[in-house]
């Protein structure tokens, strides 16, 4: 397995992978996703591709691309209760379910962390949705712990 930066040419296996993230995404929360224009798609990967804050990696397999991580490099500045921060958050992963525990996800995260120590940054973050306990279990165990919990109250 190789992890490179995505390019161009790469867009319809993004878009491949990513059909398998929404899919599971739409199976956990039907009421707030939906299916994916693919021409919209096309052009949100093709943009987020030029963004300069913005890394999308890919893992490769021979010439197949079997996994994909999308890192945003973030500045917050502080303010009156917080200090300002400079990390890198994971905005998409995902792994071809054919090739998942073979080690992709971590090959990909070892070249976010050499994105962020390149940068001089020492925190990587993410979101995960709680329903979503196999990608819980694959984020614990590549040490990623949880430090903020959001909830919400569904009104009638």
């Known amino acids: 397995m190789r992890v490179r930066e995505a390019v161009s040419e790469d867009i319809p296996d993004l878009m491949r992978l990513n059909a398998e993230v929404q899919a599971l995404h739409i199976e956990l929360f039907p009421e707030r996703f939906k299916e994916t224009d693919r021409t919209a798609l096309r052009e949100w990967f093709s943009?987020?591709?030029?963004?300069?804050?913005?890394?999308?990696?890919?893992?490769?397999?021979?010439?197949?691309?079997?996994?994909?991580v999308t890192a945003r490099f973030v500045t917050?500045?502080?303010?009156?209760?917080?200090?300002?921060?400079r990390y890198v958050y994971v905005d998409q992963i995902c792994v071809a379910k054919t090739t998942r525990r073979k080690g992709?996800?971590?090959?990909?995260?070892?070249?976010?962390?050499?994105?962020?120590?390149?940068?001089?940054?020492?925190?990587?973050?993410?979101?995960?949705?709680?329903?979503?306990?196999?990608a819980k279990k694959a984020f614990a165990a590549l040490g990623f712990e949880t430090y903020n919990e959001k909830m919400e109250l569904t009104l009638d």
């Open 47 to 68: 943009a987020l591709l030029a963004e300069e804050d913005t890394r999308c990696l890919v893992a490769t397999s021979d010439s197949d691309v079997i996994g994909y």
């Open 76 to 85: 917050r500045p502080g303010h009156v209760f917080r200090n300002p921060e």
């Open 104 to 134: 992709v996800a971590k090959g990909l995260f070892a070249a976010v962390r050499d994105l962020a120590r390149k940068a001089g940054l020492t925190r990587i973050a993410l979101d995960v949705w709680s329903a979503n306990t196999n």
